[in-house]
Structures are given as C-alpha cells and as structure tokens.
C-alpha cells in the first residue's frame, strides 16, 4: 500500500487501488479513473499516485486543466509535454516537431497545423518517453480537458501498443460519461479500472477535523455535520470553520451555518426549478424520512408532477415509499434560505401528518418559539421513546428541546429534564456537555430529590 500523504485519511482502500495501479505501469499501458463527487478528496488521491509514481521512477506527465480552459486549443497538451518537449524534439521528424511546436506555443511555424499530425508528434513524445521508462499521463479535473488536446491523447493512446504508458484521471462522476468516453475508450476495457472515490465515514471525518483544523465537536453534532456534508471532506471542513466561527453548538432546528462558497455551489441548480416545486422540495427537506404520500397530505397537491422538474435536474429521486436528495447540502440551501415564521408554518403542517411520535414532536419544537407546556411534554415523552430505542444522544437533544420550550412557571419539570438529559448524555459519552448541564441543575434546584440526583451524577 501507498504511504499515505497526512491528509488521505480514511482512504485505505483507494490507497490500495492506487497502489496496484502504479505497479502495473511498467506492464501493459493501461488507466486508472478516480470517480467522485466536487470535492470528495480526488485531488487528494490523484496526487498520492503522482507522488507514488514519480517515487517509483516513472516520468509523470501531469495536467490540471480547469473550467474556463476547455475553450483553448491544446492546453493540456501544453502542460503535459511542454516540459519534456526540449528533450525529445531532436527525436521528432522536422513535420511532426514543427506541429507540435505551433500547438505548444514554442513558435509560429506552421500555425493552423494539421490535427493528424499534432497526434503523430504526440504518439512520437510518448513512444520516445517510453523507451527509457514508464510513462504515467496524470489528468486531474479531467472533465475540463481541450477538445483537441482530447483529439491528439485518443490518436496517440491507441497506438501505444505494449509500451508502458498508463493514464492517471481524476473526474467528476457526473462528467465522466458525457465528456470522458474518447479518452477511455482509446484504451481496451480490460485495460480501464473505475475507482469510486466515496464519502468519508463518521469516524474519518472527526479525525479530518481534528488534524486540519484542530476541532473537536460532540457526537450529535458531528454526526449532523457528517449528514449534512454527505462525508464529502471539502464540504465538512468548510462546514466545520463556519461552526466553530459560532462557538462549535447546533441546537435541535438550527440549520448548520452554510458558508457562501458552499451556497454559490447548489442554489443555481435550485432556485431554476419553478415555485410550486421549491415548495414541495422545501417540505421534503423538513422531514426526517420524506415521501410523496406525506406531501400530498400536507400540502394537498400532486407531489408526483411537481416533483418531475427536480427529478429531471437531477436534485431528487423518489419512488413509491422514499424520496432522495442528490446530496444533503439541497436539502440544508432549501431549509436555510427560510426566514423564521417560514420554516415554523412548515414544520406545523407536518407536524400534523406525521405518525411517528418522535418526528411529530420534533416538528412541534419547531413550530414554535415559544415556551408551551404541551410541546414540551411532547418532546420529553419522544426522548423515552428514542431512549428506548438505543438512541441516547437523539434522547438528550430532545430532552433538551423540552427543557427550552418548558414554561417559566414548570420549574420543577425544567430542573427534571436538565437532569434527565445529562444523563442521557453521559450514556451518549457526551460527559463534558452531561457536566454543564448538572451544574446548571445544581444551580436551579433547592435541596431535595433532583439536587441529590444532581450531586450523584457528578461525583461519577
């Protein structure tokens, strides 16, 4: 297995998949692709094979085109041999070098060069490369590569023959279809790996947070930000700076802070949908476990059609019992771009279709902002019931937001819930956040029953 770089963390098994790549080079020419989502550490990984392969002694032809390159002719050409072009020219026929210089820029002969031979001259770098060791041809981003950089790679790799020369690519999964097919198909499918760069699991990204930005936060709230993020590291670090700007807490119903750079990446896609599907999408993302026939009973609609729109711009899936989000952070734009009494008409229409005691009192808690003796009771019998389930940091939260929405006037219920939630939280393992709450108990309550309680807990 590779070494891996201090960042590739939880990455083992693409580490291992790199590392088979790289040993195969001085073999048939072959290619490796890294499949993923924006931001889901493809980089990270394409740079560990760079780095794998230049360790190993191979020359690395590397190139990371972007976006607003697509349009120039020949840009990755010009990235990938224009370092060793000075070495190998004296190789090249006078033609083939005399393309190749007009497409890297290195002079004005023969400018308007036939693409045949800009592929011929490009065929010929690689086969002089080769000769001497093995070639690896690094793409990274490679969705955004120059048509004719495309059209002299495709021209050149099927050509290879047995030479060692393998291709290294990095790709949006969503672009690798419509963009990359040449590219991949130049090469026989038995010669091709696809390697899915997946999301990170909970237990990856805490020790990500911790190494890159030296935060730690509770496991309720990690665990939100690991859904929220989809466990796509770029989005959780980001996500993760923005929470630790507001003290590091996300309360039950507080959207987690999205920073504009994650925003700018989802509302085109969103705000292009029309109204009437927005709304629909808005209640979706509400619910813990949305579906068609939920939203049909809240808002009275034909949730099928409108849904269609968001289907088509790939935001949602749905079938007879689910709907889906592409990605979490839809969901989480939609909900943020709520003002207040919004979400709480929202989460009062749901509330009044839901069946499951916990969901329905979740979305009483925010319904409101205020206290109120009935949701609050709501709440405390939904934190049993998730208690009795297994789940005893849902249990805490909820206990929580009970404690929240219990009137001034219920002192002996608050202190009773302030303790119940402390205890809930030292079995979740949350014993900092457990300690803060039993010292605000003590606090609150005189000498009696809950004090003694109180005491006992924190002499554990």
Known sequence: ????????????????????????????PGALVLEGEAGIGKTALWAAGVEAAEAAGYTVLAARPAEVETKIAHTVLRDLLGP???????????????????????????????????????????????SGRPVVVALDDAQWIDAPSTSALVFAVRRLDELPVALLLAVRSADLEADLPALVAALPDDRVRRARVGPL????LHSLIRQRLGMTFPRPVLGRLHKTSGGNPFYALELARALGRRGGSADLGSELPLPRSLRALVEERLFALPEETRELLVHAAALAQPSVALLEAALDTDAEAQLRPAVEAQVVEFDDTRIAFAHPLLASVLLSALSAPERRRVHNRLAEVVRDREARARHLALATDRPDVAVA????????????????DAAAELLEQARRRTPPDCAEDRRRRIVRAAEFHLEAGATTRAEELLEEALARSPSGPLRAEALLRLSW
């Open 1 to 28: 297995m590779l070494d891996a770089p201090r960042e590739l963390i939880g990455r083992d098994d693409e580490l291992a998949i790199l590392a088979d790549f790289v040993a195969g080079v001085d073999r048939l």
């Open 377 to 392: 009771d709501a709440l405390e019998r939904a934190a049993t019931l998730a208690l009795s389930r297994g789940a005893p």
């Open 201 to 204: 699991s909970l237990g990856a």
């Open 84 to 130: 060793s072009f000075a070495e190998v020219s004296p190789q090249l026929p006078a033609p083939q070098r005399q393309a190749l210089e007009a497409a890297l820029l290195l002079s004005d002969v023969g400018v308007g060069a036939d693409r045949g031979a800009i592929g011929v001259a490009t065929l010929s770098v690689l086969r002089a490369l080769a």
